[in-house]
C-alpha cells in the first residue's frame, strides 16, 4: 500500500471509529470519545509533559482495522512493533530479509507524527526456524553483526531507539554473571552483548540504544536478584564504554504487584549514570482477580495509576508503552498459560476490547499528570514541551546556551 492510500485509510479510519464510539455511548453510560480524545488523550496528557507514551502494534489490525487504528493514533506518541522488528518477521530465509511488516508500521507511525522504537535485534526467542541448524560457533558474530547492520542500518535517523539486547539474564542460569543460557552466549561469550551495541551504535548513531528485561519490577525475592544482575551488566557495560543510553523495564505486572523503592532506587541509579529508562511493554496480569469485571477492572487500575506514579515521579523515566491497546488482541489472552480459571477473557490493556476506554486508562493518565511540567512549572492545557528534547541527567554538566 502506497503512502497517500495508507493515510486515506488513517483518516477513514478515524471518521468511522468516531461512529463506532458514537453509537456505542447511546449502549451505555460508558466514557464517550470526547473523554479520551484530543486535549483529553493519553498522548496530549503525555506531550503537555515531555513524556512519550505508547503501545506496541500489529501492522495487520493498523491496516485492517479501523477502531484499532484510530485508537493507536489518538493515544500514542510513540509505538513499537509487537513482533515485526523479529528476526523470526524479518528472515524468511538466512539469506533473505522482509521488511513489509515493520515498513508498514513505520509509515503509519511516520503519517501520524509518531516515534517509533525498534524491537529487538538480539534475543534468544523469536528466532526463524532456520537459525539452529544455519548459525554457530564459527558465523555467528557475523551473523549478529550482518543482521544489525541490515535492520538498525535500513532504520537509520528513523527510530527513536532500539532494543539492542532483549532478555539477556537469568537468575537460574547457575552463572556468576547472571547471564542466561542464550545461543548467542554459547556461541559467542558474555562478549556478544558488546558486539551487538557496538554494531547498532555504528549502524544508527541515532537511536537511543536500550537494554530491555522483565521480571525486575517488584521487591520480591527473584526480582530483586534479577535487578541486581541487570543492574551489574548495565555497570559492566558502561566500564567499558559501551554504547548504551538506556534501559527498557518491561512491566508485565499481575495484579496485586506492590511498586516498591527498590525499582525506584535502581531507577535513580541508573539516572546517576546518565541512563533513561523506559517503561517498555507495561500489562496488568488480572488472571488471579476475582469479582466483577468493575472490581477486576478497580484492580487493574489501581496497579497502572500506583506504578506509573512512582516512574514518573523519575525525571530519567521519559516512555511508557503498554504491550498492546486493546484487551481484543493482548498476548495475556492467546495462551493456555495465562487463562484465567474461569475461561473468562483478561483485561489487561487500557481499552476493552470494544475500544473502550477502562478504568486503566484514565488510572494511566492520572499517572502521566502526576508527572511535574518542565522545572516543576503547572502544566499547560496545550501541549508546547518538546518530548523530544535530549534528555540531561541530573548533576550532569548543563549544555552551553549559544548566545
Ligand atoms: O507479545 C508477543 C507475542 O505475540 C509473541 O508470540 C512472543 C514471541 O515472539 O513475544 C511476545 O512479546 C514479548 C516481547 O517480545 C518480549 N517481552 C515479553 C513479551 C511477552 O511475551
Known amino acids: 500500500m502506497n503512502r ?30 470526547t473523554d479520551v480524545t484530543g486535549e483529553r488523550s493519553l498522548r496530549a496528557h503525555a506531550e503537555a509533559r515531555g513524556l512519550l507514551v505508547g503501545c506496541a502494534v500489529v501492522p495487520e489490525h493498523l491496516d485492517g482495522e479501523t477502531d484499532y487504528a484510530a485508537t493507536v493514533a489518538a493515544q500514542s506518541n510513540i509505538l513499537v512493533p509487537e513482533n515485526a522488528m523479529k528476526w523470526q518477521a524479518l528472515r524468511p530465509a538466512a539469506d533473505r530479509f522482509d521488511f513489509r511488516a515493520a515498513d508498514e508500521i513505520l509509515m503509519f507511525a511516520e503519517g501520524h507524527g509518531q516515534k517509533l522504537r525498534g524491537h529487538n535485534l538480539c534475543w534468544h526467542e523469536a528466532l526463524p526456524s532456520w537459525f539452529e541448524s544455519t548459525v554457530n560457533a564459527d558465523n555467528a558474530r557475523r551473523f549478529l553483526t550482518e543482521h544489525i547492520q541490515t535492520v538498525a542500518g535500513r532504520y537509520a535517523g528513523k527510530l527513536h531507539s532500539w532494543d539492542v539486547v532483549n532478555e539477556a539474564i ?44 522483565y521480571g525486575i519490577e517488584t521487591d520480591a525475592p527473584d526480582q530483586t536478584e534479577k535487578r541486581a544482575q541487570v543492574l551489574m551488566l548495565v555497570r559492566r557495560l558502561v566500564a567499558r564504554r559501551v554504547p548504551i543510553d538506556a534501559v527498557g523495564v518491561q512491566s508485565h505486572l499481575a495484579a496485586g504487584d506492590k511498586p516498591g523503592a527498590g525499582l525506584r532506587d535502581f ?50 523515566v521519559t516512555a511508557v508503552l503498554t504491550w498492546g491497546i486493546t ?14 480459571p474461569d475461561g473468562k477473557p483478561q483485561r489487561p490493556l487500557p481499552f476493552d476490547s470494544d475500544y473502550q476506554p477502562a478504568p486503566a486508562y484514565f488510572a494511566m493518565r492520572d499517572a502521566l499528570d502526576s508527572r511535574a511540567g518542565k522545572e516543576g512549572a503547572p502544566v499547560k492545557s496545550s501541549p508546547d514541551a518538546d518530548p523530544y528534547a535530549p534528555f540531561t541527567p541530573k548533576g550532569a554538566a548543563p549544555k552551553l546556551m549559544r548566545q
Open 170 to 213: 537469568d537468575i537460574h542460569s547457575g552463572r556468576a554473571d547472571g547471564l542466561r543460557k542464550s545461543p548467542w552466549l554459547e556461541f559467542l561469550g558474555p562478549g556478544y552483548l558488546e558486539i551487538a551495541f557496538q554494531a547498532a551504535k555504528q549502524a544508527d548513531p541515532n537511536a537511543l540504544l536500550t537494554y530491555n528485561d
Open 4 to 33: 497517500r492510500r495508507f493515510l486515506q485509510v488513517s483518516a477513514a479510519a478515524a471518521a468511522c471509529s468516531l461512529q463506532g464510539f458514537a453509537e456505542k455511548k447511546h449502549k451505555a453510560a460508558a466514557p464517550s470519545l
Open 267 to 316: 531507577v535513580r541509579e541508573l539516572g546517576r549514570m546518565g541512563l533513561q529508562v523506559f517503561v517498555t511493554e507495561m500489562d496488568v496480569n488480572e488472571q488471579k482477580l476475582e469479582g466483577s469485571v468493575a472490581e477486576r477492572d478497580a484492580g487493574v487500575a489501581e496497579l497502572y495509576k500506583d506504578y506509573l506514579t512512582m516512574m514518573l515521579a523519575e525525571p530519567n
Open 327 to 340: 484487551d481484543r488482541y493482548t498476548w495475556l489472552n492467546s495462551d493456555q498459560k495465562h487463562l484465567r
